[in-house]
């Protein structure tokens, strides 16, 4: 049972990245699932959730109208799509599975 983040980086300022989190060990469609974030000498913070049918999501207000939460159940991978990055961005970007599973993280970075 496992979560495995792939897809972070650095990034300049405006940039986008598309974080993957992919799922194995349980049954994907059934758990909605989040990304969360915490930067250095902060508290881990909700970032974006998304119900395990995927029709249902929310977003933390920084996230608002920049982020995009997506899930691909056939392929047991949920999505976030980060766009217009700004420094206060950076983060280790974490998912998790609504019944208690956090992958290992992924480090964003946003910087010029």
């Known amino acids: 049972v496992q979560l495995v983040e792939s897809g972070g980086g650095l990034v300049q300022p405006g940039g986008s990245l598309r974080l993957s989190c992919a799922a194995s060990?349980?049954?994907?469609?059934?758990?909605?699932m989040s990304w969360y974030r915490q930067a250095p000498g902060k508290e881990r913070e909700l970032v974006a959730h998304?119900?395990?049918?995927?029709?249902?999501?929310r977003y933390s207000d920084p996230a608002k109208d920049r982020f995009i939460i997506s899930r691909d159940n056939a392929k047991n991978t949920v999505y976030l799509q980060m766009n217009s990055l700004k420094p206060e961005d950076t983060a280790v970007y974490y998912c998790?599975?609504?019944?208690?599973?956090w992958g290992q993280g992924t480090q964003v970075t946003v910087s010029s």
């Open positions: 060990g349980f049954t994907f469609s059934r758990y909605g």
């Open positions: 998790f599975a609504a019944f208690g599973l």
């Open positions: 998304t119900g395990g049918a995927g029709g249902s999501t």
